[in-house]
């Protein structure tokens, strides 16, 4: 399989999004580091995860703290010899309209969304330039193209895909890659928590499917890790049911 044996950590991996892409690649043979800033959550999927004959290790870092980033990827090699595949997946949105919008609604998402994902780049890269080989998944968002209510949320994923790009120039002859998945409306509790009017209202501007799920993620994600996308790199793909086709 094209990431059997392969080291992976995928950030905020104890619930949503990310849980579903350390499964997924757990299943395919991966060994998983699950972090998360929620200590039971990463327990459980750890759990789950070893409890289905996968090999997986929780870590409680804050992906905002680049010390705890650094000793994050220092207990990865340490426990399983090498890190080939980072998913820069947590991610948190605070959406208001640019009037409502606070310095501290700007910084914390900036922190986690964008910052969170530059620290961990930074480090896990200098372990992969080391080996000569990794893959680098970053999540965006299709509200990067623009997003009513979130200037700052659409702000940092579309500082996602400017870093995607610009890393993957730096690390190609390295043997990394650097791709990004935009992900649409997806099920997830996020989603669940709008008003049933605010759902509906995003459904209907579907142009395809209503609502894609985690595994859409985790497909796109598990074909970016392996070795068959090598050709493949500072891209982004957005899997949204086509909803990036138009704006409004
Ligand atoms: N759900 C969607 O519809 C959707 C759509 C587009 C993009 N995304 C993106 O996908 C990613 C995952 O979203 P989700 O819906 O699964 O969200 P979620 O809230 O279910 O999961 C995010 C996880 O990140 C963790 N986290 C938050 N701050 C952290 C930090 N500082 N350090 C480490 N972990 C931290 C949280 O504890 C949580 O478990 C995010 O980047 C999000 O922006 C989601």
Redesign the pocket.
């Known amino acids: 399989m094209q990431v059997k044996d392969r080291v992976a950590l995928v950030?905020?991996?104890?619930?949503?999004?990310?849980e579903g892409i350390a499964k997924k690649l757990a299943g395919c043979g991966a060994k998983v580091v699950v972090?998360?800033?929620?200590g039971a959550?990463v327990d459980r999927v750890v759990a789950e995860i070893n409890a289905t004959g996968g090999v997986a290790m929780g870590i409680v870092?804050?992906?905002?703290n680049l010390a705890e980033v650094e000793s994050m990827f220092k207990k990865t090699v340490e426990q399983f010899g090498q890190i080939d595949i980072l998913v820069n997946?947590?991610?948190?949105?605070r959406d208001k309209s640019i009037r409502k919008l606070t310095e501290e609604d700007w910084d914390v998402v900036l922190n986690?969304?964008l910052k969170?994902a530059f620290f961990c780049a930074k480090v896990a890269s200098g372990y992969m330039r080391e080996q000569g080989y990794g893959r680098i998944i970053n999540?965006?968002?299709?509200?990067w193209l623009g997003g009513m209510g979130q200037a700052n949320?659409s702000a940092s994923?579309g500082g996602i895909v400017s870093l995607t790009r610009t890393i993957a120039l730096e690390l190609g002859k390295k043997g990394v890659t650097v791709n990004c998945i935009?992900?649409?409306?997806?099920d997830?509790?996020?989603?669940h928590i709008l008003t049933p009017e605010i759902q509906e209202r995003l459904k209907s501007k579907q142009p395809g499917k209503d609502i894609g799920t985690?595994d859409d993620?985790a497909n796109g994600v598990l074909f970016f890790a392996g070795e068959g996308a090598g050709y493949i790199t500072g891209q982004t793909i957005f899997v949204c049911g086509g909803r990036s086709l138009f704006a409004g």
């Not at 997946?89 to 949105?93: E, Q, R, S, V």
């Not at 997830?188 to 989603?191: A, E, Q, S, V």
């Open positions: 950030t905020g991996s104890g619930g949503g999004i990310g972090n998360d800033i929620d959550k870092v804050d992906i905002t997946n947590a991610g948190i949105a986690v969304n969170g999540i965006s968002s299709r509200a949320y994923k935009a992900p649409g409306l997806i997830t509790p996020l989603f985690v993620i």
